[in-house]
């Protein structure tokens, strides 16, 4: 009888290893899968044609941005009375 706790105690120590090393090993694939794809933009995708097309407009995003803080539409136009 004591071998077969032993045994079994044995076996959830490695099933509980070869599951933290899965679980290590899946957390580093998706994050070189994240870092493969860090800051390549097609050169004929969507993302570059919009790009183009604010460049061109000169778009700026703190132009757009409502912020009070940062004075978007007028300077205090965005306070109700």
């Known amino acids: 009888m004591p071998e077969r ?3 079994r ?3 959830r120590r490695v099933a509980f290893v ?3 090393l899965a679980l ?3 957390f580093f694939v998706s994050l070189s899968g994240i870092a493969s ?3 390549t933009i097609r050169p004929d995708g969507q993302a ?3 790009a183009a097309r604010q460049a061109a407009q000169g778009d700026d995003a703190a132009d757009r941005h409502d912020c009070p803080h940062r004075g978007g539409r007028a300077r205090g136009a965005s306070r109700r009375v």
């Open 9 to 11: 105690g044995w076996l």
């Open 37 to 39: 794809t860090q800051g």
């Open 48 to 50: 570059a044609a919009i």
């Open 5 to 7: 706790a032993a045994e």
């Open 24 to 26: 290590t090993f899946a």
């Open 18 to 20: 070869l599951s933290a």
